[in-house]
T-cell receptor, first 111, second 120 residues
Framework: ELKVEQNPLFLSMQEGKNYTIYCNYS?????LYWYRQDPGKSLESLFV?????AVKQEGRLMASLDTKARLSTLHITAAVHDLSATYFC???????????FGTGTRLKVLA | EAGVTQFPSHSVIEKGQTVTLRCDPI?????LYWYRRVMGKEIKFLLH??????QDESGMPNNRFLAERTGGTYSTLKVQPAELEDSGVYFC???????????WGGGRQFFGPGTRLTVL
């Protein structure tokens, strides 16, 4: 059964600093998603990673996928306050439409 | 284009009562999903509809939960009778037919804002 572990659970960082959120999954997955959720709002799709070595970037966020290590990372560069949110990764169970989510990383960027 | 909507946004009920949550997906999306997040934990898959058919309901906790999607449009999730451990945020998501989300490998999900259910 596919399991997804995400860490850290909480992350408090200063503006301008870099940090990485990690997402490990236990078995083969067809694709890996990253989402952002602001308090009281819906989840917003950030990236989908479809193959080994895939890298996607949007502004200060960059996501990558290593299927051999079953690891995806979300790297934050020069954090700004607006990036404060909860970030989730989700892996798709192979051959299905069943998405397994990580516990989320609550990011707080301090001014 | 209207997004996924859910009703109500909040519901507070007593143990033993019945609650029905509603989800209206994006028009034309055949796939509809229900998820639940219990406080501080992961978002857990409950079930997946393709049009009006249940494709996968392996995540439904027990038979107190009943999901329907009559006519393949909106969906309801009924909890009867509600228990304390049913409290959490229930999310609905929809996605188009696989392959129609260009660049997303199909299956890009659009989430609703969730319904926060509190069972006292």
């Amino acid at each position: 059964e596919l399991k997804v572990e995400q860490n850290p659970l909480f992350l408090s960082m200063q503006e301008g600093k870099n940090y990485t959120i990690y997402c490990n999954y236990s078995t083969t997955s067809d694709r890996l998603y990253w989402y952002r959720q602001d308090p009281g709002k819906s989840l917003e799709s950030l990236f989908v990673l479809l193959s080994n070595g895939a890298v996607k970037q949007e502004g200060r966020l960059m996501a990558s996928l290593d299927t051999k290590a079953r690891l995806s990372t979300l790297h934050i560069t020069a954090a700004v306050h607006d990036l404060s949110a909860t970030y989730f990764c989700a892996a798709l169970t192979s051959g299905t439409y069943k998405y397994i989510f990580g516990t989320g990383t609550r990011l707080k960027v301090l001014a | 284009e209207a997004g996924v909507t859910q009703f109500p946004s909040h519901s507070v009920i007593e143990k033993g009562q019945t609650v029905t949550l509603r989800c209206d997906p994006i028009s034309g999306h055949d796939n509809l999903y229900w998820y639940r997040r219990v406080m501080g934990k992961e978002i857990k898959f409950l079930l997946h509809f393709v049009k009006e058919s249940k494709q996968d309901e392996s995540g439904m906790p027990n038979n107190r939960f009943l999901a329907e999607r009559t006519g393949g449009t909106y969906s309801t999730l009924k909890v009867q009778p509600a228990e304390l451990e049913d409290s959490g945020v229930y999310f609905c998501a929809s996605s188009p037919v696989s392959g129609q989300s260009s660049g997303w490998g199909g299956g890009r999900q659009f989430f609703g804002p969730g319904t926060r259910l509190t069972v006292l």
